[in-house]
């Protein structure tokens, strides 16, 4: 008889009567097993467990739907996937991945399991969006295999496989249920879900391994603590299901521990040390010293509890409290448990699985909760706590049948109370993943994003020259171009810290290395990057790219209005140069003096000269030239005032000027001649910062003297004007 069986195995039996373990495996009678006086009609049973079923089946084919649309996306899905490429192309290449910060390249505060994985494939099928992304549906199915395995393996001696079953299949459906709570995460180009399914793997693996007997037990248990001390070089914070991992041991066969402990060492420190001689120091500089000089937000760490646990009731629009229902079945699984071990002194082998993914999902809430409240954390960072939680509590519900067996005793109607409390407990959970209704619509990208995505790579294709995409460098790869830095890495290595030098870039954008840089609004507003005043000045925005060339992302930063800004590509900016009217036209006025020397100006609109970056409250100007431009935002849209030009002699056709700003027929234009207003003209509909070309028709008036007037008469917008050039 095993070491592991249950006092309730060992019992002697009667003379020619099977143990327990083999009863239990042993096919009954019908009529024995459901005698309609003492258990539920066979139809019932099957009946209400499938009913139980369908909710998770449900859960499951909405995510099978979303991953379906969105894994062969040709573009970003969320806005560092691109960068993660870049990672994997670069150690294809031989280049690296921790080397010092430069123009060309920073890593991301990752380990670099996952990038490697994706080079080492993509020698055979070449790196690709969905390449990367079939490493996390590998993985989540692989998280699905082990889930069902745990909590219905035979191990268990469950009386009935039918709560197994279905509680393996609602703690899958209630993982489901997380997608939309972290905005689709599960199926990126991103190393999370690899990391959770080798986690998820070895907790789930140590319990039996390491019990095995004979020289097996100590290979699975090295097994085991290899796969978890991979994991920290899959994710960071790896480390510390390593340390859980090493508990599970001393529990359940405390003689395996030094073959745990070696065998982690060994991968963990050894690779450590073998990383940090190769890249003489730089993978720890990356992977731990610039970690911990980010900002920690305790208000986030205890915020992330109440997260957790609760399901973020009343946050972030109408997500359902999956969280409420967790705690509930994990609370009554474990009550039921205990009141079982009381009764006989030993442990339900049914509870097994309950008791090891509640471990698991208390170590996860406060992983998750340090790294949610770590700087630039999203709700990827709450995965694991979701996924174990799920789990234990679908391991509650075959828990609950079994203690509820053990508690009943033999008395009539068993089968009735059993199974009603197994479906007690099932049942809140059904109804979660019912109600948790959500729309896979909403993260898959449509045939118009794909188009957008076609005509920007062929936009960034016939631009001569060097280009910088911060936000979405693989876009340069897919155009022949060479991806530079990421933004996440510039901002990684000085936020906080200005006196970290990127190798490179700050010349590069001095000298207006590049031809152009192609932005998303997140680059020149938020987060303050430390070239972010550099770009402004030494590049001037040119044009805002149309609707039909912003492939959208549909995960992560910038799909929630808290995290400020939308990471699409949204404008191109170029190097400021002198203003140089083109052939057949000589210029009257550029604006680039920085006071109105020689013009009259009444009121206060105009300030006092050009301008060399928009006002408070303008936003972007797209489509002026040289380093100034006018504008009538001093003091914003309430201030009114007119400018007047020197006069000038008409000796052309045509005058044009770009304009921009409203379009209220009191902000004008007005050419003077003779004491009288010769010619007037509005902004170009439909308005707004991009300044666009306006003609005025002179033939008639040549010879003449003239001067402009530009009017803002109007306290609800603003005038902009620049290059007025005659031809």
């Known amino acids: 008889m095993s070491e592991d069986a249950t006092p309730l195995e060992k019992a002697p039996t009667p003379s020619g009567s099977l143990p327990v373990r083999a009863r239990l495996a042993t096919p009954l009678p019908m009529a024995a097993v459901y005698e309609p006086e003492l258990m539920w009609p066979h139809v019932v049973h099957v009946a209400v467990w499938i009913a139980l079923a369908i909710p998770a089946l449900y859960q499951l084919g909405l995510l099978i739907t979303a991953i379906g649309g969105r894994v062969s996306y040709p573009y970003d899905l969320e806005w560092m996937e691109g960068g993660m490429l870049h990672h994997a192309q670069r150690i294809?290449?031989?280049?690296?991945?921790?080397?010092?910060?430069?123009?060309?390249?920073?890593?991301?505060?990752?380990?670099?399991?996952?990038?490697?994985?994706?080079?080492?494939?993509?020698?055979t099928f070449g790196i690709s969006y969905t390449l990367g992304r079939m490493f996390s549906v590998l993985s989540l199915i692989g998280i699905?295999?082990?889930?069902?395995?745990?909590?219905?393996?035979?191990?268990?001696?469950?009386?009935?496989?039918?709560?197994?079953?279905?509680?393996?299949?609602?703690?899958?459906?209630?993982?489901?249920?997380?997608?939309?709570?972290?905005?689709?995460?599960?199926?990126?180009?991103?190393?999370?879900?690899?990391?959770?399914?080798?986690?998820?793997?070895?907790?789930?693996?140590?319990?039996?391994w390491a019990r095995s007997e004979g020289p097996w037990g100590h290979a699975k248990t090295a097994a085991g603590a290899a796969l978890l001390a991979l994991a920290f070089f899959t994710k960071q914070t790896g480390i510390v299901y390593v340390v859980f991992g090493g508990g599970i041991?001393?529990?359940?066969?405390?003689?395996?521990?030094?073959?745990?402990?070696?065998?982690?060492?060994?991968?963990?420190?050894?690779?450590?040390?073998?990383?940090?001689?190769?890249?003489?120091?730089?993978?720890?500089?990356?992977?731990?010293?610039?970690?911990?000089?980010?900002?920690?937000?305790?208000?986030?760490?205890?915020?992330?509890?109440?997260?957790?646990?609760l399901g973020f009731p009343g946050k972030y629009g109408k997500l359902p409290v999956i969280g409420i229902a967790i705690t509930v079945a994990i609370v009554v699984g474990l009550g039921a448990t205990a009141a079982a071990w009381w009764k006989r002194r030993s442990l339900p082998p049914q509870a097994r699985p309950l008791l090891v993914w509640t471990a698991a999902y208390a170590v996860s809430i406060v992983v998750g909760a340090i790294g949610y409240g770590t700087e630039f954390a999203h709700f990827n960072a709450y995965m694991p706590a979701f996924l174990h939680g799920s789990l234990a509590a679908g391991a509650a519900v075959p828990a609950v049948y079994a203690c509820a067996r053990v508690l009943y005793g033999e008395r009539p109607r068993r089968e009735l109370v059993t199974s009603g409390a197994a479906v007690a407990v099932a049942l809140p959970l059904a109804i979660t993943c019912l109600t948790a209704s959500w729309s896979p619509g909403r993260y898959i990208p449509t045939e118009a994003d794909v188009e957008a995505g076609e005509k920007l790579i062929a936009h960034l294709r016939s631009i001569d020259g060097e280009i910088w995409m911060p936000s979405h460098p693989w876009y340069l790869r897919l155009a022949g171009?060479?991806?530079?830095?990421?933004?996440?890495?510039?901002?990684?290595?000085?936020?906080?810290?200005?006196?970290?030098?990127?190798?490179?870039?700050?010349?590069?954008?001095?000298?207006?290395?590049?031809?152009?840089?192609?932005?998303?609004?997140?680059?020149?507003?938020?987060?303050?990057?430390?070239?972010?005043?550099?770009?402004?000045?030494?590049?001037?925005?040119?044009?805002?790219?149309?609707?039909?060339?912003?492939?959208?992302?549909?995960?992560?930063?910038?799909?929630?209005?808290?995290?400020?800004?939308?990471?699409?590509?949204?404008?191109?900016?170029?190097?400021?140069?002198?203003?140089?009217?083109?052939?057949?036209?000589?210029?009257?006025?550029?604006?680039?003096?920085?006071?109105?020397?020689s013009w009259d100006k009444t009121g206060t609109a105009w300030g006092p000269g050009p301008v060399a970056t928009?006002?408070?409250?303008?936003?972007?100007?797209?489509?002026?030239?040289?380093?100034?431009?006018?504008?009538?935002?001093h003091g914003g849209d309430a201030a009114v005032g007119r400018l007047t030009s020197p006069v000038f002699m008409i000796d052309a056709d045509k005058l044009t000027m770009r304009l921009g700003g409203g379009t209220d027929a009191k902000l004008r234009v007005e050419l003077w001649v003779d004491d009288q207003i010769a010619a007037t003209t509005n902004v170009p509909r439909p308005g707004g910062s991009m300044l666009r070309e306006v003609i005025l028709d002179v033939v008639k008036l040549r010879g003449k003297t003239a001067k402009l007037v530009f009017v803002d008469d109007s306290p609800t917008g603003h005038l902009i004007v620049d290059d007025v050039w005659a031809w």
């Open 92 to 123: 294809r290449d031989g280049a690296g991945l921790y080397v010092p910060p430069s123009v060309d390249f920073i890593p991301y505060l990752y380990t670099p399991l996952y990038p490697s994985l994706l080079a080492l494939v993509g020698k």
């Open 614 to 633: 928009a006002l408070p409250g303008q936003g972007l100007v797209f489509g002026a030239t040289g380093a100034r431009f006018a504008t009538s935002m």
């Open 249 to 309: 041991v001393l529990v359940v066969a405390w003689r395996r521990a030094p073959t745990y402990v070696a065998t982690a060492g060994v991968i963990g420190l050894g690779m450590t040390w073998l990383l940090e001689r190769t890249t003489n120091g730089w993978f720890w500089t990356y992977a731990s010293k610039i970690h911990r000089a980010h900002d920690f937000n305790m208000d986030r760490f205890w915020e992330s509890f109440g997260n957790i646990l």
């Open 481 to 597: 171009k060479t991806p530079r830095v990421h933004r996440m890495g510039v901002t990684d290595v000085t936020h906080r810290q200005p006196q970290n030098v990127v190798e490179g870039l700050a010349a590069a954008l001095d000298r207006k290395v590049f031809a152009a840089l192609v932005l998303d609004s997140r680059d020149v507003h938020s987060e303050a990057t430390a070239t972010a005043a550099l770009v402004k000045s030494r590049y001037r925005p040119m044009m805002t790219l149309p609707t039909d060339e912003r492939p959208r992302v549909y995960s992560g930063a910038g799909t929630r209005q808290s995290w400020g800004g939308v990471s699409t590509p949204d404008s191109i900016w170029i190097p400021i140069e002198p203003p140089r009217a083109p052939d057949g036209a000589r210029t009257l006025f550029d604006f680039e003096a920085p006071q109105w020397t």
């Open 144 to 208: 699905a295999i082990v889930a069902i395995v745990t909590i219905t393996s035979r191990r268990c001696d469950h009386p009935r496989a039918a709560p197994a079953w279905v509680g393996g299949l609602l703690g899958l459906g209630l993982f489901a249920a997380y997608y939309p709570v972290v905005d689709g995460w599960y199926d990126l180009v991103r190393a999370d879900t690899l990391f959770l399914f080798m986690i998820t793997g070895g907790i789930a693996a140590l319990p039996s």
